[in-house]
């Protein structure tokens, strides 16, 4: 130890000496900076190990055909009360406003992930609701659904994203009926859009075979918001009749009588 303190004194010795002040200070506050984030990022990960509805990721990542089974939640139908069909049969891992790893509290999940049990390209994914689908020219595994009246918002546009449905080389899983460049072409609720798949774009991180879907605000104009960022969402708890913000449920397993938070 002794030994150190000397090194440990001539390294601050050259720190606060006048040369190169504003070198040191760019270097401190990357210091501070990485320290910051990487103190985040454990944060996150215990608070990832500590909560209940992160074990259910071990039991699907883990578990055997029997286990997966037990977290799938299938509804065909609409939840009573509800207008919208879960746009998928499968494991609603992750939850809207939900903070847990890849998000934070400071940018939590835009919608809700919906993992299958199989294999890419399997799994059918249908509309939630009726509306006019568009794919942009460059979209691989996404569409986007115009809802022109809200159900729960009359006199509100809504748009319905659903993403992931290609596979990790980007082919995709979309529906023919639905070929890049499609715009406004109408479909009722129920329609086969295309299948779940694990497209993540050019990221390097694996993603498991899921299918993510938000309810995106309408820009006042008729286009939609971006949906990368939460506040251009909306919580698709009262519209699918299941509580699914992670803030105010400690599951996501089918209908509920009370799907939304408490005020």
């Known amino acids: 130890m002794k030994s150190l303190f000397p090194k440990f004194k ?24 990485i320290g910051a984030f990487v103190l985040n990022r454990g944060l996150g990960y ?62 939590p999940h835009q919608g809700i992930d919906i993992f299958s049990e199989g294999n890419p390209g399997t ?21 986007i659904v115009r809802v022109p009246d809200d159900p729960l918002r009359p006199g509100e546009q809504i748009w319905l994203y659903y993403t992931h449905m290609a596979d990790r080389e980007g082919n995709s899983f979309i529906e023919p009926a639905f070929p890049p460049g499609t715009s406004e072409l109408f479909v009722e609720q129920g329609t086969l859009l295309g299948y779940t798949g694990d497209y993540n ?25 971006n949906e990368l960022l939460f506040e251009n969402t909306l919580d698709p708890s009262p519209y699918l009749g299941m509580a699914l913000n992670y803030q105010c449920t400690s599951a996501a397993n089918g209908c509920t009588a009370q799907p939304v938070c408490n005020s």
């Open 10 to 33: 001539q390294l601050s010795g050259w720190f606060f000496a006048p040369e190169y002040r504003w070198l040191k200070i760019g270097l401190a506050l990357l210091v501070l900076f």
């Open 46 to 107: 215990l608070r990832l190990l500590s909560d209940p509805r992160s074990h259910s990721f071990l039991q699907w990542a883990q578990g055997d055909s029997s286990e997966r089974a037990a977290l799938i939640t299938t509804q065909q139908d609409a939840c009573p009360g509800a207008p919208f069909i879960l746009p998928t049969d499968g494991f609603i891992g992750l939850l809207y406003e939900d903070p847990r790893g890849p998000y934070s509290n400071s940018n």
């Open 123 to 143: 799994a059918p994914v249908y509309a939630a609701y009726d509306g006019y689908v568009t794919r942009d020219e460059n979209w691989r595994s996404a569409l």
């Open 201 to 225: 774009g050019n990221a390097t991180r694996n993603i498991w075979v899921h299918l993510h879907f938000s309810i995106v605000k309408d820009d006042g104009n008729g286009r939609y918001l």
